[in-house]
C-alpha cells in the first residue's frame, strides 16, 4: 500500500509564494508520474501541473511562468513552488501518484491541503 502525505499549504496574500510538499510511503513501489490538482467547491479537479519519471513537466496554461514542479526520488517526494500566487489560485491542492509495487500498479491521491490567496 502506498500512502502519499501533502504539506505545505496555508494563507498568504497576493503576489507571495508558497512550497507544497508531497512524499510517499510504503514499501517495495517506484512512481512513475506525479500530479498537483487542485479543486474549488463545486467545480471539477483540474490538473495544475505533472512531471514524469524523467523530468518532463508540464502545466496548466493559468500556472505557467508563475508554478513550478520537481521531483527527488531518492525522497520519493513531489513539490510545488507557487510564485505571484492570485486569488484564483485558492482551492484545495491534492497530489496524485501513479506508479506500481511489486504486486500491482497504483493510482493513489494525497488528502488535499487548503491554499488560500488574498488580495
Known amino acids: 500500500q502506498v500512502q502519499l502525505a501533502e504539506s505545505g499549504g496555508g494563507s498568504v496574500q497576493a503576489g507571495g509564494s508558497l512550497t507544497l510538499s508531497c512524499a510517499a510511503s510504503?514499501?517495495?513501489?517506484?512512481?512513475?508520474?506525479w500530479t498537483w490538482y487542485r479543486q474549488v467547491p463545486g467545480n471539477e479537479r483540474e490538473s495544475v501541473a505533472a512531471?514524469?519519471?524523467?523530468?518532463?513537466?508540464n502545466y496548466a496554461d493559468s500556472v505557467k511562468g508563475r508554478f513550478t514542479i520537481s521531483r527527488d526520488n531518492a525522497k520519493n517526494s513531489v513539490y510545488l513552488q507557487m510564485d505571484s500566487l492570485k486569488p484564483e489560485d485558492t482551492a484545495v491542492y491534492y497530489c496524485?501518484?501513479?506508479?506500481?509495487?511489486?504486486?500491482?500498479?497504483?493510482?493513489?491521491w494525497g488528502q488535499g491541503t487548503q491554499v488560500t490567496v488574498s488580495s
Open positions: 496524485n501518484a501513479r506508479g506500481y509495487t511489486d504486486r500491482a500498479p497504483f493510482n493513489n
Open positions: 512531471i514524469t519519471s524523467i523530468g518532463t513537466t
Open positions: 510504503g514499501s517495495r513501489f517506484t512512481v512513475n508520474s
